[in-house]
């Protein structure tokens, strides 16, 4: 028996003589305990994955594999340390058993010595057996002394593309060779930290790349507002000096042809700049609507107003159909009105001369609808959902380009939307036209007084105001007092801020139009100091400036400011402003 035992069975005599194979109690033991091991070793990684689930921090998740690693080999010491590439040293990620004395003890490792170094740098188990025999981690003898650590069994951890990220290590306090099992839960503990580490440096570059995408989307949005503001400075005088020249210019039919040309262009730069304004506005959402109750037909009207010289310039004929009851919705005229010109001037824009436009206006139940047809070259079925995206443009090559900016349709999506309303297109495809829909929830009519007070209202007689207008932009000051004297305004003009405010003194204006980065006092502190004088709180104090954000709206009217307008304004529009404001105060502080 006792010879049996070695080897695993014994050959015993049967009861017809005969030898059969009889398994010793010492195999049945061995194997007994082999099972033990592995319902040991299952436990733990059952333990292990429900420790996993219960935690999204990388250091918790590491300490977590590294224990079951330990536990494991039936120790309680290990390390895990990954690489870092700015120090190019292997740093303690996950430490068991081991105090802040030792760790700090231990420093960095350098790849290459001590097993973790080396099972990083070779890509390989590392086995220690005997921390004091072992020449290779002589360096750090004391440190094994110091700490209890007799044998170390190391594996390298490498990620699913093959580069080394560092190593997983337990330690023992006394000699000990690895068993094979143990060199099996080590490599899958190991590959299980890199599954850990690999997933968290995806989320990490992952939020690394959506922070550069916001940032540069906040450039971007910051580039826009910054460009169009500068772009309306240079804009405003050269309006302004048009206009001059239209009511005093030459009769010369060639110059007016220039004139007109130039109009042409400025108009449409006009356009592009506060295309360009309204993309900063939608993306920071700061577009504010003054809601009111609104007439469809004023809205379309406005609408068809505005467009009215892009449609007789391609010899467009435009039907308008209103219904015959009047309509009224909630909302913000001039915003509802942009939604209808952006449609109609597409509508003129896409189509060839001498097309067909209708505007049609119904209602259906507790909606309006409205809908602007044309017959012009139609949208592709594939572009029908993408043109209301920003930036969006129908690629039909180079010579059909109408020099837009693809931000129309999405800004009229979105002030639809602000309203409670949607917008659809329909298109039968290439030169079948364009039918764009927009739906508005409806309110009921106002009474017949309020409507007869808004009449009233409607109403005032421009007078001659005294007018001190103070821009450091010469061209752009001397424009507006030419403007302004045409309209019957007596006009002064200064150029910086001190001038403005002891001009003040001595002119008494009724109206001061300050534009507010300006030498010496800027346009704040000059209507600070007016404000101040007992004459000042009588004096209509207007901002005239390139920045129309929400916020620089608020920060005017709260610096004593009657009005914000932004440059550049359409002069005969601000000498009407000034002439019906009221002698006795402000005028209405909106704009
Ligand atoms: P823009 O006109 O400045 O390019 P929009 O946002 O207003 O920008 O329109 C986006 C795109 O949708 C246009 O470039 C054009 O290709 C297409 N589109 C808009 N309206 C029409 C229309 N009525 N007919 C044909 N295509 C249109």
Redesign the pocket.
């Known amino acids: 028996m006792a010879l049996g035992a070695r080897c695993g069975y014994v050959l015993l005599p049967d009861k017809r003589g005969a030898f059969r194979r009889r398994i010793t109690v010492d195999v049945l033991r061995e194997t007994q305990e082999r099972l033990a091991e592995q319902v040991r070793d299952l436990s733990r990684l059952y333990d292990l994955s429900s420790r996993l689930e219960q935690t999204h921090e990388l250091p918790e998740q590491l300490l977590a594999i590294l224990q079951c690693a330990a536990a494991a080999h039936g120790t309680t010491q290990g390390l895990i340390c990954l690489f870092d590439d700015s120090i190019k040293r292997l740093v303690v990620a996950a430490r068991a058993g081991f105090d802040d004395a030792a760790v700090r003890a231990l420093g960095s490792v350098e790849p290459g010595t001590g097993a973790s170094g080396r099972a990083f740098t070779e890509r390989r188990r590392v086995i220690v057996m005997d921390t004091e025999t072992d020449p290779a981690v002589a360096p750090y003898r004391e440190l094994a002394r110091a700490t209890n650590v007799r044998a170390v069994h190391s594996v390298p951890l490498i990620s699913g593309s093959g580069e080394a990220m560092g190593a997983l290590s337990v330690h023992f306090s006394t000699p000990h060779f690895p068993s094979e099992r143990e060199m099996h839960q080590a490599d899958l503990l190991a590959q299980k930290a890199v599954l850990y580490i690999e997933r968290r440096r995806a989320e990490e570059a992952l939020r690394a790349s959506a922070r550069r995408l916001e940032e540069a989307d906040r450039r971007k949005d910051q580039f826009l507002a910054t460009l169009a503001h500068e772009l309306r400075n240079p804009l405003a005088p050269m309006r302004n000096a048009l206009h001059f020249m239209q009511l005093r210019g030459s009769r010369d039919p060639e110059m007016q042809n220039a004139r007109d040309m130039i109009d042409r262009q400025v108009r449409q730069m006009v356009r592009l700049v506060d295309?360009l304004m309204e993309v900063s506005r939608i993306t920071l959402g700061q577009i504010q609507l003054q809601s009111e109750l609104v007439p469809l037909a004023i809205v379309i009207t406005n609408a068809v107003e505005v467009s009215r010289p892009l449609i007789d310039a391609a010899r467009h004929h435009l039907t308008v159909e209103l219904p015959s009851e009047p309509l009224y919705v909630e909302g913000d005229s001039t915003r509802l009105s942009q939604v209808l010109q952006?449609?109609l001037n597409?509508?003129a824009?896409?189509?060839p001369p001498g097309g067909q436009i209708t505007l049609r206006a119904d209602r259906d139940g507790d909606t309006a609808i409205i809908r602007v047809r044309?017959t012009?070259?139609?949208?592709p079925p594939a572009?029908l959902d993408r043109?209301f995206e920003m930036f969006?443009?129908?690629d039909?090559g180079s010579a059909l380009s109408?020099g837009?900016?693809?931000?129309?349709?999405?800004l009229?999506q979105q002030l639809t939307q602000m309203h409670g309303g949607r917008i659809d297109v329909t298109?039968d495809g290439a030169g079948q036209g364009?039918e764009?829909t927009v739906r508005l929830p409806l309110c009921a009519a106002p009474s017949a007084v309020a409507e007869a007070a808004d009449r009233a209202g409607a109403f005032h007689r421009p007078a001659r105001r005294r007018v001190l207008v103070a821009d450091d932009n010469i061209d752009g000051a001397e424009s507006l007092r030419l403007n302004l004297e045409i309209h019957g305004h007596e006009v002064r003009a200064v150029f910086d801020g001190a001038a403005a405010v002891s001009l003040a003194e001595e002119f008494r204006p009724q109206i001061m139009v300050l534009d507010l980065g300006m030498p010496k006092l800027d346009g704040y502190e000059v209507c600070r100091r007016v404000r101040e004088r007992p004459w000042g709180d009588a004096v209509t104090i207007i901002a005239l400036t390139g920045w129309g954000q929400e916020q620089d709206r608020r920060r005017t009217l709260e610096a004593g400011f009657d009005r914000h307008l932004v440059k550049p304004v359409d002069p005969a529009y601000l000498a009407k402003l000034i002439g019906e404001a009221d002698e006795s105060g402000p005028i209405a502080a909106v704009g």
């Not at 012009?376 to 949208?379: A, D, H, K, L, P």
């Not at 837009?404 to 999405?410: E, N, P, S, T």
Request: aromatic share 6%.
């Open positions: 295309d952006n449609l597409n509508a824009k896409y189509t044309d012009g070259i139609g949208i572009m043109v969006t443009q129908v039909r109408q837009g900016l693809g931000i129309g349709l999405a009229a298109s364009s764009f």
